[in-house]
């Protein structure tokens, strides 16, 4: 695409981004109402049918996850990021493990902050890089103000012992529904890979109620997590817990 057609298309996409964003509940992240998992009649091909404000999960046109290919360049302006070292409780609520980050760490997305919520983890990964599926990946959740989800994608590969996730990992909670304080706090920045190029698209969340209207940032760049740490993480979890890729239908994806 020529220089000539950049600027508007981007003001065009990131605009509709922005009008699509909708109000989700935080705590939905973590599964409410009816039980669902990520095998048989309770896994996601059903999660659409086992309660009526799941909906989305079944009928939705912007879903996550994605194959992320085919994108679109748009001079995308750099990841604004303003993380202070803050992951204080972790906690295994049956579909992954989660870090809840203390307040003060945000981002900025077209001059709007989002705050530093949460990060959790899928192995293996939900979204894939050009039809690349990787062995983990990881979810940095944001909301604004008005409750507006806004998500950074980390894919890790299989290499050198990652000191981040032994930090965020140090005491983690083999039990669902348990948690434990972490007596060293963990870095949501050193979960970035030093390249902050990323891709940029209007999603989902990939749990139920797999609401949409949420700003999804997928860096570009994996970073490296030792296989003994990767398998870990899947032995505690007991299966895959990766929801399948979803449909793009007809949504932009931005480069």
Not at 31 to 54: F, I
Not at 115 to 122: E, G, S, T, V, Y
Not at 178 to 191: D, I, K
Request: proline letters at 7%.
């Amino acid at each position: 695409m020529n220089d000539q057609h950049k600027t508007p298309l981007r003001h065009f996409v990131l605009g509709g981004l922005a009008a699509a964003a909708v109000t989700v509940a935080l705590p939905a992240l973590a599964g409410t109402g009816a039980h669902w998992g990520y095998e048989g009649v309770e896994g996601p091909t059903h999660w659409g049918q086992l309660d009526p404000k799941w909906h989305s999960c079944g009928d939705g046109r912007n879903q996550s996850p994605i194959d992320v290919q085919g994108a679109i360049h748009a001079d995308l302006p750099p990841l604004e990021v303003h993380y202070a070292v803050g992951g204080d409780d972790e906690i295994n609520n049956g579909h992954t493990i989660e870090v809840h980050y203390q307040p003060g760490s945000y981002i900025t997305v077209d001059g709007h902050d989002y705050a530093l919520k949460q990060f959790h983890f899928h192995a293996p990964s939900e979204n894939h890089l050009n039809g690349k599926e990787f062995p983990l990946e990881a979810h940095l959740v944001h909301a604004d103000a008005d409750g507006n989800l806004a998500v950074i994608a980390v894919m890790f590969e299989e290499g050198a012992h990652n000191q981040a996730l032994a930090t965020a990992w140090q005491d983690m909670p083999k039990d669902a529904e348990t948690h434990h304080e972490l007596l060293t706090q963990a870095s949501a920045g050193a979960l970035l890979p030093a390249d902050r190029s990323y891709y940029r698209f209007n999603g989902s969340l990939t749990t139920p109620p797999c609401s949409e209207g949420v700003v999804w940032l997928v860096m570009k760049q994996p970073i490296k997590a030792g296989a003994d740490q990767i398998e870990r993480f899947a032995r505690v979890m007991g299966h895959p817990n990766n929801r399948p890729l979803q449909p793009v239908n007809a949504r932009v994806v931005l480069e």
